[in-house]
Nanobody
Framework: VQLQASGGGLVQAGDSLRLSCAAS????????MGWFRQAPGKEREFVSA???????YYADSVKGRFTISRDSAENTVFLQVNRLKPEDTALYYC???????????????WGQGTLVTVSS
């Protein structure tokens, strides 16, 4: 499965963005999907995941501000990011795996990143 992330941009603290991850090559109906991010000088970290059944998972740092969702008809996963903070600045990657634990740690499929920059 090929993944294409988009929707990043330069915003101010408190603003919102909607990141999209469009899948191609095969349907993601039975895939668990996730988002990771990598800030400058830091390691890539887990942000959020959604199981093929719709169960959601979030890193503590984004709970209550980020919402992950999926649209099977569009073969797309979304990450609504609200109340952005400067520390949310990072390259955001989408990912996929058939195993829910792996999609939160070491997904088998990665998309390219979309850059989110939050100014204070």
């Amino acid at each position: 499965v090929q993944l294409q992330a988009s929707g990043g941009g330069l915003v101010q603290a408190g603003d919102s963005l909607r990141l999209s991850c469009a899948a191609s090559g095969r349907t993601i109906t039975r895939y668990n999907m996730g988002w990771f991010r990598q800030a400058p000088g830091k390691e890539r970290e887990f942000v959020s995941a959604i199981s093929w059944g719709g169960v959601t998972y979030y890193a503590d740092s984004v709970k209550g501000r980020f919402t992950i969702s999926r649209d099977s008809a569009e073969n797309t996963v979304f990450l609504q990011v609200n109340r952005l903070k400067p520390e949310d600045t990072a390259l955001y990657y989408c990912a996929a795996d058939r195993a829910i634990l792996k999609v939160q740690s070491a997904p088998g499929y990665w998309g390219q990143g979309t850059l989110v920059t939050v100014s204070s």
